[in-house]
């Protein structure tokens, strides 16, 4: 090879080195509420390079009310519960099932049954993907505010529910807690435990998981069915660390989050962290909570009249919480909140004021920055990425 045919390759090699990847467009999915506005589960691309939300849908379905979605562990199907109720067009809770590109992220439906509940406001399926935990918050149903299970076959399609598990009421609160609210079903990192948290019960019940027996694939833990919070606190959310050594509540009522460890199915509570500063006085409303990607940050929101997104350090080894940062919302309601892959952006969906904010995030420090984006989206609930 000549001196200047191999400067000339080196120089094109360090020309493409010096390239950046093209960004990635990833499928984003966004449900929520719907009315006279709402349409149904959108389908945004969000660019992983800098943090935007495509400004308009590739892909609107039909749908009333799909207030959460949830993905397969192969994103080849999309669940969305309905969050029917009195006073809907359609009374009834349901829960839809979807077969979606993975490329593309577009869906398609697949089919639809009954909740067997009304409000039907989370789902989650089981470790070994043979099962949709549905929480019916509603508490009109019968039994009310109940969970159901609901298996799913091999092609995604959802069979009609084959168990229901209920609470009692706490009656700490005389106005939200008259009756058993379901609102959340997690499962414990090895799946063997499903654990049920119960806004209503002030409890979070737990279930030893058997996927062996079909038809009632879910018992009462013998030695702990369940574990009682502070009354009137209301759990809502729950999540593991990646080890299951640890779990973290979001108490809806109390505006905390309830500190947990966990070993076998047995859950210890080590104590609660506010959410809001000593000195706040308005109403308190925790929501969502979720781990960054690298498992080394908790972050939360809360709504009433705070609408803030809350970070906390873990430390790895007793599980407690460290506040890192608090940041506006920029919006009312802030019910549920996505990070991306790279834990750079994190977009949060205020639903009361009609809007879904990106923010810059330091993964290395867990700091919220920058707004990058406020996109309009009618009453958002949840938010999924299609390709991670």
């Not at 449900?31 to 006279?36: E, L, N």
């Not at 149904?40 to 207030?67: C, H, K, M, V």
């Not at 973290?248 to 009522?253: D, N």
Request: zero cysteines; proline letters at 8%; aromatic letters at 6%.
């Amino acid at each position: 090879m000549t001196g200047s045919l191999s400067r000339t390759l080196a120089a094109a090699l360090l020309v493409l080195a010096g390239t950046p990847a093209p960004a990635r467009q990833v499928p984003l999915l966004i449900g929520g509420y719907t009315d006279a506005q709402g349409q149904g589960i959108a389908l945004y691309r969000f660019d992983e390079a800098t943090g935007r939300i495509s400004p308009t849908p590739a892909q609107i379905a039909r749908a009333a009310n799909p207030s959460w979605l949830v993905l397969s562990a192969d994103h080849r199907h999309l669940y969305a519960v309905h969050e029917n109720g009195a006073g809907s067009p359609d009374p009834v809770g349901r829960v839809s099932a979807w077969a979606v590109n993975p490329a593309s992220g577009r869906i398609t439906p697949i089919n639809r049954v009954l909740a067997l509940g009304d409000e039907p406001t989370y789902a989650a399926i089981s470790h070994d993907g043979g099962y949709l935990f549905v929480a019916d918050y509603g508490g009109s149903g019968d039994p009310p505010g109940a969970l159901a299970v609901l298996p799913i076959a091999r092609e995604g399609r959802l069979r009609a529910a084959v168990q229901i598990k209920t609470g009692r009421a706490s009656l700490a609160d005389p106005t939200r807690q008259t009756s058993p609210h379901a609102h959340s079903a997690v499962s414990s990192p090895d799946g063997r435990f499903v654990f049920v948290q119960d806004l209503g019960a002030d409890r979070i019940y737990v279930y030893r998981h058997d996927p062996a027996r079909r038809e009632a694939p879910l018992r009462a833990l013998a030695d702990q069915p369940e574990v009682a919070l502070p009354p009137g606190s209301g759990p809502r959310h729950l999540v593991f660390s990646a080890d299951g050594r640890h779990a973290w509540a979001t108490l809806e009522m109390a505006g905390a989050i309830a500190v947990f460890d966990h070993d076998g199915g047995h859950l210890h509570l080590r104590g609660t962290v506010p959410l809001t500063p000593a000195d706040f006085h308005g109403r308190r409303s925790a929501a969502a909570l979720h781990l960054s990607p690298d498992g080394r940050f908790l972050l939360a929101t809360d709504r009433g009249t705070d609408n803030s997104l809350v970070s906390f350090a873990i430390d790895p080894a007793s599980g407690t919480l460290r506040p890192v940062d608090r940041h506006a919302t920029g919006g009312e309601e802030p019910r549920e909140f996505a990070l991306s892959a790279d834990g750079r952006f994190v977009l949060v969906a205020n639903q009361r004021s009609d809007s879904i904010s990106v923010f810059a995030r330091d993964p290395a420090s867990g700091v919220i920055g920058a707004t990058v984006q406020t996109l309009a989206v009618h009453q958002p609930s949840s938010l999924v990425f299609v390709a991670r």
